[in-house]
């Protein structure tokens, strides 16, 4: 699965405090960012950019959230959290706050609380 939503991860997280990437990160890093709680949001080639703007300045208003491209996706943006993923079709997706409400340090996150902050930053 591509962004990956569990598994194997780094021992360090990447930073997911309403961080936004702009260049990919290793899946690793963003792995233990999802045991911590975060949801991680993800865009291809094919987001139109004002979706990837309006949804950067979502994830910059959220803590425990990151976002970042991943090129190799089957969707233009897709949300993940450890063990949830959902594809949406915009920034005004209803789907994308409803699931930032379920997901953001939600029932699934199996290591609640855990920092999203001092990890990796780029």
């Known amino acids: 699965m591509e962004p990956p939503v569990g598994g ?4 360090v997280w990447q930073n997911c405090n309403g961080d936004v990437y702009t260049a990919p990160i ?6 233990h960012a999802l045991e911590h709680g ?5 865009y291809n080639a094919k987001a139109a950019k004002a979706d990837v703007a309006a949804l950067a300045e979502k994830v910059r208003r959220t803590p425990y959230t990151l976002m970042s491209p991943v090129a190799d996706q089957k969707d233009p943006i897709m ?3 450890w063990a949830h993923q959902r594809s949406v079709s915009g920034a005004k997706d209803p789907n994308v706050d409803k699931f930032l409400a379920e997901f953001v340090q939600g029932a699934q996150t199996p290591e609640p609380g855990a920092a999203c902050t001092g990890g990796v930053d780029r």
């Not at 290793?26 to 792995?31: F, K, S, T």
């Not at 975060?38 to 993800?42: D, E, F, G, I, R």
């Open 26 to 31: 290793e899946n690793e890093h963003a792995v």
């Open 8 to 11: 194997d991860h780094n021992p």
């Open 79 to 81: 949300l993940s959290a």
């Open 38 to 42: 975060a949801v991680w949001v993800t």
